[in-house]
């Protein structure tokens, strides 16, 4: 396997694929100890690794903003999330997963406590390739099972990096593995027996695929977070500028290579002429270039050429059907895949494909009143992100109550959501098993138990009188 860097085309790392048996065996002979071992030791562990990632902070920062092309100031907040997810999630196994006694029958008591799965398998992503595994690796470990991570093939030199963070703060080898490989390693991995569950970060086809080759298998707790074809509806307000800002932070941070970043501007006809101007000419603004520029960039690369063909073919099947360009998203850069902003206005295409187009390419959608921005909201199978943008408290309030979707902001971006709450959403967009500080819930399992110390116990109905004798019948002589 080879990783390049997307702004010059270098290359970066080269390493070989993972055996998946060799690497699953390991963890199998591992996950009994790493499951015995107390919580408070499990935590002391992980808070290690999260000094350990402030230790090399510039360097693993320096590394994501390479592989990955994001700026540096970027991939410097992304570190930083990565550390921060250590207390982020020993508090939220502590209230989530926590221990409880209560009484029962006879004296006796009852509990609730949380056990391992044993072996996960964490599929991570190339557009956060250390936050988003790392949000599933720490509460795994801390909930006592062991990981096996499979990066990104697009982004595997910080996977490495990221693994081995753990191993300098202690953590046994065998009890988190970087596996790498293509998607033929995922599929293995993922169907593999001795894996007793998938936390997966990716697209919807993706998403799919494990949740079509799992569903006869309920054994394997399995966590799908999708992306989204995500709206950010505009009603009226004075603040004009400052929804500019929100909707451009919504669309092109990352390159728009969120998955809460915002696809579709759904604006009211009555502010059409006020918004629409100033979110391009703020667009035009955003400075490309390449992650350790001075002056920083908005926006580094998207991940690969490939990709940068994609979203140009995509903008022209738009333009195509009916779409206009508001402002054309362009390749300066041939060779590389450095993208500027796109607008496309789409109201007069009459079937808007319902993709999660993951670049930096916004459609714009015009409509008469919110009953119709609502339904435009909606008009998706996804449902991970929306924000409203503008309008009143009670028309937030509607707009909280009727759009479908795991996060929905006021006034707020429709990415940038918080390690501190839950991170998932519905239809193609989510399982119903939200991450960040709802990961706990599906890294252990609770168990009920009715316990005394000695064993006392009566029948106190349906027995025969034990002073008399039983008669024996005819047939029981014989």
């Known amino acids: ?57 510039e360097p693993f920062a320096e590394l994501i903003a390479r592989e990955t092309g994001k700026p540096l100031w970027e991939a410097r907040t992304e570190v930083e999330a990565v550390k921060n997810k250590v207390e982020i999630s020993i508090t ?88 790498h490989g293509g998607p033929d390693a995922g599929k293995a991995l993922v169907a593999h027996d001795a894996v007793d569950g998938v936390l997966f970060t990716g697209s919807a086809p993706a998403g799919i695929a494990i949740n079509k080759k799992l569903a006869s298998n309920p054994a394997k707790i399995v966590a799908l977070e999708m992306g989204g074809n995500n709206p950010i509806v505009m009603l009226d307000t004075p603040k004009i500028e400052d929804a500019a800002v929100t909707i451009i932070q919504s669309a092109y941070t990352t390159a728009g ?69 508001i402002l054309g998203m362009t390749r300066p850069q041939g060779k590389l895949p450095f993208l500027t902003p796109g607008i496309v206005e789409v109201t007069a295409i009459d079937e808007r494909p319902d993709v999660e187009l993951f670049g930096p390419l916004l459609q714009v959608i015009r409509v008469k009143d919110f009953d119709e921005a609502i339904a435009e909201a909606n008009n998706t199978r996804y449902g991970l992100s929306a924000s409203l943008v503008g309008g009143k408290p009670e028309d937030f309030e509607r707009f909280w109550s009727e759009t479908r979707a795991g996060i929905v902001n006021w006034n707020r971006p429709t990415n940038g959501a918080s390690s501190a709450a839950p991170f998932g959403g519905i239809g193609l967009s989510g399982n119903h098993r939200p991450a960040a500080y709802y990961a706990a819930d599906y890294c252990a399992y609770p168990v009920a138990s009715t316990e005394m110390d000695q064993p006392r116990a009566s029948i106190g109905v349906g027995l025969k009188d034990a002073s008399k004798p039983i008669r024996k019948t005819k047939d029981a002589h014989k």
């Open 92 to 179: 939220a196994y502590a209230e989530r997963t926590g221990q409880k006694k209560l009484d029962s029958a006879l004296q006796g008591s009852a509990a609730l406590r949380h056990k391992p799965h044993g072996v996960m398998a964490v599929l991570g992503p190339y557009n956060f390739p250390a936050h988003l595994p790392n949000g599933h690796i720490v509460p795994a470990l801390i909930a006592g099972n062991v990981v096996v991570f499979k990066p990104s093939e697009k982004t595997p030199a910080v996977g490495e990096f990221l693994t081995k963070l753990f191993h300098e703060a202690e953590v046994p080898e065998d009890v988190v593995q970087c596996l």
């Open 257 to 325: 290579q969120r998955c809460t970043a915002a696809r579709r501007l759904i604006v009211l006809d009555s502010v059409y002429d006020e918004i629409v101007p100033a979110v391009k000419r703020l667009a035009e603004r955003l400075l490309v270039d390449e992650p350790f520029a001075e002056p920083q960039p908005f926006m580094g690369t998207v991940i690969d050429n490939a990709t940068a063909e994609m979203l140009m073919e995509s903008q022209e099947a738009l333009l195509s059907h009916g779409g206009e360009a």
């Open 1 to 57: 396997m080879i990783s390049t860097e997307p702004a010059t085309g270098n290359q970066i790392w080269r390493g070989k694929v993972g055996n998946v048996d060799e690497v699953l065996e390991r963890a199998v002979a591992a996950k009994r100890g790493w499951a015995t071992e107390s919580v408070a030791r499990r935590i002391e562990f992980v808070r290690r690794f999260a000094n350990q990632v402030l230790k090399h902070a």
